[in-house]
């Protein structure tokens, strides 16, 4: 994707930050981040995808957050989306449909004998997959939870915040493979380094 539609789509990310008080960990340093890992994982792709596939997996992994009901009112920043959308892109309901979905809070609570029971997104399923795996790989980033953490306790002491957070990983981020939440054979590639450099933040108390 060019950079000026990339420009534009970040100036909208910003935009979306000032008005929702979207901190950094859920911000536009996010949103880059989860494009970066698309890419990533674009390149993995045992088959190539198609630059329709590739325009709703850059559009939705980088959008994601400007609806997301720790900062706002979701069907009201959901319209607002959907308006901009319009007037960037062909693919505005099938984004808005994989935004909606790839929340870890709601699949997780449609886990069946175990197994995550994912929505049908037809022709666009690898897309949604991509996006959510996406978004899981950036979720390792101890920083970007100690951020969220601060953010949304500000009284919280540094003792506490490690705490919360280390608990986070435990119960949740460190339980993403296992839990059948992360299985893209390009996502797993890069779980071992991602697991050793949030162990070494946690055991220094300090971020790269």
Not at 147 to 176: A, G, M
Not at 180 to 186: E, K, Q, V
């Amino acid at each position: 994707m060019d950079q000026a539609r990339l420009n534009t789509i970040y100036a909208f990310i910003e935009k979306c930050c000032i008005e929702q008080n979207i901190d950094e960990s859920h911000g536009l340093k996010h949103a880059k981040s989860c494009i970066e890992w698309v890419n990533k994982l674009v390149d993995g792709c045992q088959e190539p995808i198609s630059e329709d596939e590739y325009i709703i997996a850059i559009y939705s992994v980088a959008l994601h957050d400007m609806c997301d009901h720790k900062y706002t009112n979701v069907e009201v920043a959901t319209e607002a989306l959907r308006q901009w959308l319009e007037t960037q892109i062909y693919f505005v309901e099938i984004c808005i449909n994989i935004i909606s979905t790839i929340s870890y809070s709601k699949l997780k609570k449609q886990v069946v004998n175990g197994i995550p029971v994912y929505p049908d997104h037809g022709k666009w399923q690898r897309a949604y997959h991509i996006v959510r795996h996406a978004d899981l790989l950036d979720a390792y980033d101890v920083r970007r939870c100690y951020l969220y953490t601060q953010h949304s306790q500000p009284q919280i002491s540094e003792e506490n915040c490690w705490s919360v957070v280390r608990e986070l990983f435990d119960n949740r981020i460190f339980k993403y493979v296992s839990d059948g939440f992360i299985f893209l054979p390009a996502a797993l590639a890069f779980v071992p380094a991602l697991e050793e450099e949030a162990h070494r933040c946690f055991n220094t108390r300090a971020f790269a």
